[in-house]
């Protein structure tokens, strides 16, 4: 698999090719060419399916969202020579897969993984998954045994699942996060978390532990961002939500060189000075965007605002 760089999305769709072509477009366009697959529609020329593809490095990241298609790598498309594994996460469907004489119902919520140096099927109804192709050279030092993990379900109990599942879904909300340097971290990380869920051996869990590590916290500051107007934003609430304890929750933070309560402060701070520079914010009293963002004290809002912005509220909106 060639070494894979940094892109922005690229998006593939049905609806923009006219009737007839719209099949041999997915077959070749996307199939062959994008995934290196075989995809047999079967709804006929009726069919729709969409895509999003984003290359990292080392890394390529997929949502996919397609009506009922036999998808098959078979000699010809093993031929290219590609080692990576995929890892397929189904988001709502049903997928039957096959690959090194096993066969594995993958339900909504749960993943395997297949080999791409191997023959594999895939057949689904009408399916939203999200996707990774990974070198197997990323992998194969901290895995007990690639081959073994093919083809193989994994439930959608699996933490690590749930949490990369998590991360991506990060990810795609921004694409062109960070810089290059960012992005192979970002890459490491998917790589940790992916080997999680095939089963490390020991020295591989303590060096994939940085990506599970990295993925939690990722995913705590997301949900923080998104409860910041919540009076019950502490510590312990986000730590329950995270089955986590408080003490855990307070390391994940300390390592990252923060505190829990710095990093809310910080976030409110930051949401409260996007609102009162924003125009479409103009009819709201400063009083209104504090508490929006989750200030229950006023005073303690704009002491904290001078010191970080160097300039009150009323100052920044000019009033």
Not at 51 to 76: C, E
Request: with cysteine; net charge neutral; hydrophobic share 45%.
């Amino acid at each position: 698999m060639p070494e894979m760089q940094d892109s922005l999305p690229v998006r593939f769709a049905t609806a923009a090719v006219q009737g007839r072509e719209r099949v041999p477009f997915w077959r070749e366009s996307f199939g062959r060419h994008v995934v290196g697959v075989n995809i047999e529609p079967l709804s006929g020329e009726a069919f729709e399916a969409e895509a999003t593809v984003q290359a990292w490095p080392g890394l390529r990241t997929m949502s996919f969202a397609s009506d009922a298609a036999h998808i098959r790598r078979s000699g010809d498309c093993v031929a290219d020579g590609d080692d990576a594994l995929a890892l397929l996460v189904n988001m709502g469907g049903a997928m039957a897969i096959s690959q090194s004489g096993r066969d594995v119902s993958v339900e909504q919520g749960d993943a395997t993984v297949l080999l791409h140096a191997e023959p594999s099927t895939v057949i689904h109804s009408q399916v939203d998954f999200q996707g990774l192709i990974v070198p197997r050279s990323a992998l194969a030092p901290l895995v007990t045994n690639v081959e073994d993990a093919a083809a193989r379900p994994v439930r959608r109990q699996n933490a690590a699942l749930r949490l990369l599942v998590a991360y991506l879904n990060i990810m795609r909300e921004d694409p062109s996060l960070g810089g290059p340097e960012l992005h192979h971290l970002i890459a490491t990380h998917v790589h940790d978390l992916v080997a999680t869920i095939m089963g490390t051996h020991r020295d591989g869990a303590e060096i994939a532990e940085r990506g599970v590590r990295a993925a939690r916290l990722a995913t705590i500051k997301s949900d923080i961002k998104a409860h910041l107007g919540s009076r019950s934003l502490g510590v312990s609430t986000v730590a329950a939500r995270h089955k986590l304890s408080r003490r855990s929750l307070q390391a994940l933070f300390e390592a990252a060189g923060i505190t829990f309560s710095q990093f809310v402060l910080e976030q409110r701070l930051a949401r409260a000075h996007r609102m009162l520079v924003d125009p479409r914010h103009a009819d709201q009293t400063i009083s209104a965007i504090a508490l929006a963002v989750g200030f229950g004290d006023i005073s303690y809002f704009n002491r904290n605002f001078r010191r970080r912005y160097g300039a009150t509220p009323s100052e920044l909106r000019g009033v």
